[in-house]
């Protein structure tokens, strides 16, 4: 990084010092399992004059992934949305709007044809012609289709994008599906980046992978970056220690919940889910700022299908039900010492055997 791209930089970041922004490129290094030696790569990358365009689509969605994007500080989010990157369109985050907006968008899709990337949150309607999500006159469906085969890379935001999320839970009225099952069998690169909401340092993170290398991150066997979703919540998981020491808080607000013991008894589906949520944490305020550090269980949101649609195993497994189901029948025939010890293996089982399969499905995408 020379000194003029740094001096670029400085002025777009707000005055960073360049000690601060070196870090933060290790930072992000680190975070996608790249060497630290790579930093001034990625230093090098952001520095570039032109900034990748970005066109974001919006279709059936709450918000809540664009809103967690507001919610970054290194940098911050409006940093990277408008000095990293070149936020072409948003219909949230954009300032102009209605007929503005809209020509905007074509003229960038024109003019960075095959090198833009498009983000998409929410899932996309497609019973009765997609009539159940419009922007501009125009489908979702329809603009996705006409949009994605222009792109360098899509990249599906959060659960609704990725695997359908609550829009498309039964009966599914609008027909709703994935990004990838739209855009399937046309070649079109496509990163899952699923959560609700995901962190949006995985977004960041998967950007600049792209910007720096020119090509996307390895993925798993869901599409997923596997430096985000290589891991299990609970390898890393603060109250790991207590579930292997068998102490699990029973009831929200008992005498394990408040002591901060595993939240395995009250639903967790970190022994099952892929994510770096323990390790990056949220809203960077600090160490345990996610949901299992605050004290809710993990509902396995990253994951296919739990908790919103199918279930992950059967039988089905809601939120705040703790299967197996052996669980509760050795608590109730054994007593509470043997519970706890049968959980405990059970969940390391679990735990063992879902990393496994993960590990392996990350080979396989490796090789
Ligand atoms: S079951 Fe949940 S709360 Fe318990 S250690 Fe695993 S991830 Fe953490
Ligand atoms: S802790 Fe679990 S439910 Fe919560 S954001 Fe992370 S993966 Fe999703």
């Known amino acids: 990084m020379d000194e003029r791209g740094f001096e670029q930089v400085r002025s777009r970041l707000g005055g960073v010092s360049r000690r601060d922004f070196l870090k933060f490129c290790t930072v992000m290094a680190a975070s996608m399992g790249l060497p630290l030696e790579l930093a001034p790569k990625i230093a090098e990358a952001i520095t ?41 369109y948003s219909e949230t985050l954009s300032v102009g709007a209605g007929h503005q907006a809209e020509e905007f968008r074509a003229k960038s899709i024109a003019e960075n044809q095959g090198n833009f990337i498009l983000v998409v949150d929410g899932s996309i309607p497609t019973k009765d012609g997609g009539v159940y999500c419009k922007v501009a006159g125009k489908t979702v469906l329809d603009i996705l289709n006409e949009t994605a085969p222009k792109a360098a890379a899509v990249i599906a935001m959060g659960s609704c994008a ?24 046309k070649n079109i690169a496509v990163v899952n980046i699923p959560g609700c909401p995901p962190n949006p340092y995985n977004l960041l993170s998967t950007v600049l992978y792209y910007v720096t290398f ?37 009831e929200f607000g008992d005498e394990g919940h408040r002591q901060g013991y595993c939240l395995y008894m009250l639903g967790c589906k970190g022994p099952e889910t892929f994510n770096n949520c323990p390790t990056l944490g949220f809203g960077d305020i600090g160490p345990g700022t996610w949901p299992v550090g605050c004290g809710h269980p993990c509902f396995g949101c990253s994951e296919q299908g739990v908790g919103f649609t199918e279930p992950l195993h059967s ?45 392996g499905a990350n080979k396989k995408n490796q090789d």
């Open 162 to 185: 990725s695997w359908g999320g609550i829009p498309s839970a039964a009966p599914n009225p609008t027909g709703a599906k994935p990004v990838h099952e739209i855009l399937a069998g």
């Open 48 to 88: 570039s004059p032109k900034r990748p365009p970005v066109i974001w689509l919006s279709a059936q969605e709450c918000t809540g992934c664009v809103e967690t994007l507001l919610r970054a500080n290194h940098p911050t989010l409006e940093t990277l949305i408008l000095d990293l990157i070149s936020l072409d």
């Open 315 to 359: 039988p089905a497994r809601p939120i705040y039900v703790t299967p197996p189901t052996f669980f509760a029948k050795t608590e109730k025939d054994e007593g509470e010492g043997a519970t706890v010890l049968a959980a405990a293996v059970a969940g390391v089982a679990i735990g063992a055997g879902v990393a496994a399969l993960g590990m």
């Open 214 to 250: 020119k090509k996307l991150p390895t993925l798993d066997d869901k599409m997923r970056p596997v430096f985000a979703y290589g891991r299990l919540i609970h390898e890393n998981c603060e109250r790991r220690p207590h579930f292997d020491a068998g102490r699990f808080a029973k």
